[in-house]
């Protein structure tokens, strides 16, 4: 049966993998290139190595059809170079062998790494079987990414949509293929570009999203007018291509995707509110006083308070914390005054990018615990990582030095895994190689740690930008630095030589200013930045020197990643530019060129092309081909030449030339997946024959136990020389334990998960007792309410009452007081001298009522007693007199002229005056008139008598008399009476005006 390979060349024609060319050097590799790309092949394959070229423009190949094409294709016929076809192979690989796999893609900023990263996920996520737990995972990993994009993507001079963090996200998938989970993790995010802008550059699209989608409610009550980019300071104009609308649509997705990974409603809006706090900090600015108590002072502008309120923070805090540097020494804060309006602007500049890296942070972990990776153990998984590329702007400060470190890094790495692990793998096993010269970048990676180094020695003191200066030149002896002018430094990277500004690498390294904001985040009354604050700073720590800087944990970040890099396969993507104007068909010969080299594409294709792709060793080799041979031979280098000197002799349709093998001391090198395949095609068909024959004579055994070695099975280029191929056995016992392994999980898990409700309807139950003991202390404090309003209304009603009392009782007293004007002032003649008719006796009354009916009879003229101070005229009428005083003893009746008030201020006033007057009268008569007979004490129990009852009984004209007898006694005598209160001034002054009458 003869089988028929494809030549490694595309469906139109094209060369399509570098290792295949007949004259390989640079041109070669140039021009395979630069025609490929002429007809829109922007793939091209170094054996597993892919090179991708970015078009700068939509491609039609990445529709489902392509997948489809990719996904079906079997091992025999290797569809064309293609980020699929990466995704693919690295796939197969993790589901077969059950190990984790690694996809790195490296090259300049702006090259495409972000977007293959991103294409291959597609992939994955289409091809990946479906399942309830897959189809959510998947979501969750299509969430995480577009909220990454929309934190952490910014527009530079060299990329329009960069990504300015660097990630690994794992991809675990179980034995079935499926993919179960995941994890994230971020390497130095560039938190600067929150407030330092070059020219050409936006900050992240977050902030754009949001001024373009945010709702009523949220540009009502946080200040966001729309279209209103130009009036915040770290944005400027905006310069993303794409419109307000694909903003406002990204914002709403973004506002979906929090969603997806468990973000709460209310925590979203929170999220929202620090963004733009974030954005109105940026507009606080200061000036310079004349005082030296306090020199700096934040200058009047409502961004201050509208900062201050969306950051939940007062007006006070913020002020104070802006305008003070904190150093924590011993464990003691340490505070002073900033002296100048540049030191307050670093510390409002930290407070913005700290915030804005707890947001991140914040979202990067929720997205971790939705993908519950912790859970997956040690199931395998496809890393990809993506780190920044190589970066040489106008001006490259400690931002860019940091991306061009973690460039170089990576790109160290890959040499270190491609170049330099194959190679040595060659010498160890005693294999005839001719070695390949490429360039080597570990002195620049060693100067770039010991400035790192230094810089983390140097940060925190109060002059450390003058410090580092003065120790740049101790690196002078690397042959990749120089010193330049001023305050700058040269260094000579992998893909060219940058010129940085080191004024500020220490102040930007140190975040001197970081615990003294996480404190005062820690105080904020929004529950998110609080919550984030308290689990992002250690605030119970207070010393200093436990405080890591930045490139501290840059390089920890970093380190892990390495090494993860290390411990499995790695396969690399290659990604070049065009040109460095980012226009479409354009390929710029020194530019591709000048990557070629510093990418040493060429030492790789050499490489692969000379060197052995497939190294398995005789453990695993002879078994499985041992039925070629009579008597099965030792697994050992002898052993397996014999076995493959016997198959190429044997194999008569197919032929294997034995250049394709080199024998190690413990393993066989094969050259290409080509021969792997030819040799099992050969064993395929041996084995069909020696079956049938077996079958004929009625054995029904398996002629063959051992495990296909397929790409698979095959052991890597990277793995460690001398690492043996697992056996069928060890894999059953390793699936036994990890079946066991996973019983117990899920035991544990079920375990826990029944805790965990437990806890829950215990916490449920304590709710509702509390809910309940709530509600009843709500319902007897609100009887209490209603029965304190009801107490207060009847209070009310009693004090209406009593005024309208008061009020009634002051009415009385007014017309009491007019009845005596009316009384004491008559028209016709002077008062009548009043008396008090409670102190009248019966007789009394019964004698003025006697005199009253007299009167009316007989109507007489009333004459004069000698011995009274008054005369009553003949003329005047005396019936109109008694109209008069019938009048006002009606008057006198219905008014109760004799109440309480009257007696009082009778007491309290008259009788002093009338002591007074009654002394000066007495004296002066005295002297004048005769002396009247004294009444005898026989007489003073009828003038002490009620007034009242005398007028009832004896009435008006008895009331006369007793007034005439009073009247008769000498002064002296009726002041003595009216003091000792027998006859009252007011029975003798009304009294004495009606007689005068």
Known sequence: MHASYPASRDLRGELDDLTQSSHLNQQTVYETLERRYSRQLIYTSIGEILVAINPYKLLNIYDDNHIKMYQNRSDRSRPPPHVFRVAQQTYRAVTTNGRSENIVPIGLSGSGKTASIQLMIDYLNTVTPNSREFAQCKQIIFAGNRIMESFGNARTALNDNSSRFGKFLELIHSKNGEQIGGRISIIAMERSRISQLQNGESNFRIFYELIAGASQPMRERWDLPYGSISKFRWLGQSPFSMNDQEMAQGFNLFQKCLADIGIQDLDRWYLAEALAAILHLGNIRFGLSQSRSRPVFVEQDPSLDKAAALLGLSREQLTY????????????????????????????????????????????????????????????????????????????????????????????????????????????????????????????????????????????????????????????????????????????????????????????????????LGELLNSSKSPLLKKLAGSTFKLNDRNEHKEKTFSTKMTEQLNRVLQKLASSPTTFVFCLKPNDRKIPDYFDRNFIVSQIEKMNLLQISQLKKEGYQNRISYQAFVPRFAVVMDTPPIPNKEGCKQMVKSMASRSRYIHIPLEEFAFGNQRIFIKTHTTLRKLEDFLSELVHKLEDERRRNGDHRRVLDQPKITDGLIIKRFEQPGKVQETKESERQKEKERIREIEKREKREKREKEK??????????????????????????????????????????????????????????????????????????????????????????????????????????????????????????????????????????????????????????????????????????????????????????????????????????????????????????????????????????????????
């Open 321 to 516: 914390s802006l305008t003070h540097r904190f150093a924590y020494v011993n464990g003691r804060m340490v505070t002073q005054e900033t002296q100048n309006p540049n030191e307050s602007n670093e510390i409002r500049n930290e407070l913005g990018e700290i915030v804005y890296q707890m947001l991140f942070e914040f979202l990067i972990s929720q997205t971790n615990v939705a993908l519950n990776g912790n859970r997956c153990g040690s199931a395998p998984s496809i890393n990809l990582c993506d780190i920044f590329g190589f970066e040489n702007l106008s001006k490259n400060q400690f931002e860019q030095f940091c991306v061009n470190y973690l460039s170089e890094k990576i790109q160290q790495q890959m040499i270190q895994l491609v170049l330099n692990r194959e190679q040595r793998e060659y010498e160890v096993e005693d294999i005839k190689w001719i070695h390949i010269h490429y360039e080597d970048h570990k002195k620049t990676c060693s100067l770039l740690d010991n400035i790192l180094r230094t810089l983390d020695e140097e940060s925190g003191s109060s002059d450390s930008n003058n410090q580092f200066l003065n120790l740049l030149p101790s690196f002078d002896d690397n042959p990749n630095f120089q010193l330049g002018n001023g305050k700058t430094f040269i260094v000579q990277h992998w893909a060219g030589v940058v010129a940085y500004d080191a004024s500020e690498f220490c102040s930007r390294n140190s975040e001197i200013h970081r615990r003294s």
């Open 756 to 997: 965990e409700r437990d806890r829950e309807e215990k916490k449920e139950r304590e709710k509702e007792r509390k809910e309940r003991k709530e509600r009843e202390k709500s319902e007897k404090k609100e009887e209490k309410l209603k029965q304190k309003v009801k107490d207060e209304e009847k209070r009310e009603r009693h004090r209406e009452e009593e005024r309208k009392e008061r009020k009634e009782r002051k009415r009385k007293q007014t017309e009491n007081e007019e009845i005596q004007l009316k009384i004491e002032n008559p028209k016709n003649g002077p008062a009548l001298p009043q008396f008090n008719l409670k102190r009248a006796t019966n007789i009394e009354r019964k004698k003025i009522s006697q005199q009253r009916k007299t009167n009316r009879r007989s109507r007489p003229k009333i004459s004069t007693s000698t011995s009274t101070h008054f005369q009553v005229e003949n003329h005047i009428d005396i019936s109109k007199f008694q109209l008069e005083i019938e009048e006002k003893r009606r008057i006198l009746k219905e008014s109760q002229i004799l109440e309480k008030s009257l007696e009082e201020d009778e007491k309290k006033a008259e009788n002093l005056k009338d002591r007074e007057k009654d002394r000066e009268i007495a004296e002066s008569e005295d002297n004048n008139s005769p002396k009247s007979p004294e009444i005898s004490p026989a007489q003073l129990p009828v003038l002490n008598a009620p007034v009242e009852k005398r007028m009832k009984k004896k009435g008006e004209a008895a009331l006369l008399a007793d007034a005439n007898k009073y009247l008769s006694l000498p002064s002296s005598t009726r002041a003595t009476n009216r003091r000792r209160g027998t006859i009252s001034s007011m029975f003798a002054g009304r009294f004495f005006n009606l007689n005068s009458t």
